[in-house]
């Protein structure tokens, strides 16, 4: 499983435009990209996928460079609900019996 | 999405005794869950990846006997704390891969186990 390397913490204002990025320098030809989210005292959220380029849905948007050795995710517009952790996760997406490596995770904080 | 609950959410107990974890996957069949154990301010580690019908398979230094896993149905893993400790005191968060696009993990919310 390819590691990941995460800022520990950011710290940004309501309404700005936040970017998270993860270096996955050892990234396999099979390996997908995924970001959760995480609050205080639950399980984390899935958030977005990619494989390359770009990926967006109706929270977040993943950019993928070609060598694919790292990926940002994008959050718009930030509130202070999306201060919480959110790890960067590389591996393999076929099949259902994926165990999944959690690295360190970034703490974002959205300040008023 | 897929919906994973656990129960109890929070258990406090007296050091010595177990405690069970129950797992359920709500609206899908899940052959395969995952349990992960998070202390505060850290990330989460896979304990175990439980398999319904068989053997659950342990990551390296997870005490198999301390840590009962039992995944009966397709729906329901159980994890039993045996002669728990203070130093079992974590949070404890079972997954298990849904019917999405995009073959994400379900978590479940997490069980805050408390050892006193």
């Known amino acids: 499983l390819a590691k990941t390397t995460q800022p520990i913490s950011m710290d940004s204002y309501e309404g700005q435009e936040v970017n998270i990025t993860c270096s996955h320098n050892?990234?396999?030809?099979?390996?997908?990209i995924t970001w959760y989210q995480q609050f205080p005292s639950q399980g984390p959220r899935f958030i977005i996928q990619?494989?390359?380029t770009k990926v967006t849905n109706e929270v977040a948007s993943l950019f993928i460079p070609a060598d694919r050795k790292s990926s940002t995710l994008s959050l718009p517009r930030v509130s202070l609900s999306d201060t919480a952790v959110y790890y960067c996760?590389?591996?393999?997406?076929?099949?259902?019996?994926?165990?999944?490596?959690f690295g360190s995770g970034t703490q974002l904080t959205v300040l008023p | 999405g897929a919906v994973v609950s656990q129960h109890p959410s929070w258990v406090i107990c007296k050091s010595g005794t177990s405690v069970k974890i129950e797992c359920r996957s709500l609206?899908?069949?899940?052959?395969?869950m995952f349990w992960y154990r998070q202390f505060p301010k850290q990330s989460l580690m896979l304990m175990a990846t439980?398999?319904?019908?068989?053997?659950?398979?342990?990551e390296q230094g997870v005490e198999k006997d301390k840590f009962l896993i039992n995944h009966a149905s397709l729906t329901l893993s159980t994890l039993t704390v045996t002669s728990a400790h203070p130093e079992d005191s974590s949070f404890y968060i079972c997954?298990?891969?849904?019917?999405?696009?995009?073959?994400?993990?379900?978590f479940g919310p997490g069980t805050r186990l408390t050892v006193l």
């Open positions: 439980s398999n319904e019908g068989s053997k659950a398979t342990y």
């Open positions: 609206d899908f069949q899940a052959t395969t």
């Open positions: 990619g494989y390359k």
């Open positions: 997954s298990a891969f849904g019917q999405g696009p995009y073959n994400e993990q379900f």
């Open positions: 996760l590389v591996g393999d997406d076929g099949g259902s019996a994926r165990q999944l490596t």
């Open positions: 050892n990234i396999a030809t099979n390996d997908y």
